[in-house]
């Protein structure tokens, strides 16, 4: 719960991962950068709210269609939607796309700047998203090797 100037915003909680890395699901989505995405939103907060045991979503990339901030300003609101009537949040597990600008990516999501072409995400034991870019480079060809 936020407070600012004696008004208090709405409480919000969210899921985490159980540590035995079963009994979850996570949505997928990815290349949201244009179209209706309020009314996909919407349909993810049903999802949500039907499905409790959905953890998170997970975003392929292609947040944006450009690197621009009020592109990702617009996506982080529409994203709000997807919070339930009881206040739980979707969080997102992202991945950077070829469109989002790598810089304005790290800063939309607090991600340090890093020049890797994959990373890891751990959802309790035995679990584990590879995210590969979609770029191929030098080192994620090695990796793969």
Known sequence: ???S???YSKPLHFKTAPESGTGFSLLHG???RGGARN?????????????PEILALLHSGDFVSSGKWSLYSSWLSAHELTT????????L??????????ELYCQA??????????????FGKGVTVISLLSKPTDELTAWLE
Do not use: C, W
């Open 1 to 3: 719960m936020l407070e």
């Open 5 to 7: 100037d004696g008004n």
């Open 30 to 32: 990815a290349d949201s």
């Open 39 to 51: 009314d996909m939103n919407i349909r993810m907060k049903a999802q949500l709210t039907e499905n």
């Open 84 to 91: 339930t009537d009881e206040g739980r949040v979707l969080p």
């Open 93 to 102: 597990v992202p991945v950077h796309g070829n469109h989002d600008g790598r």
């Open 109 to 122: 999501f607090d991600f340090e700047v890093v020049h890797t072409s994959y990373y890891t995400t751990h």
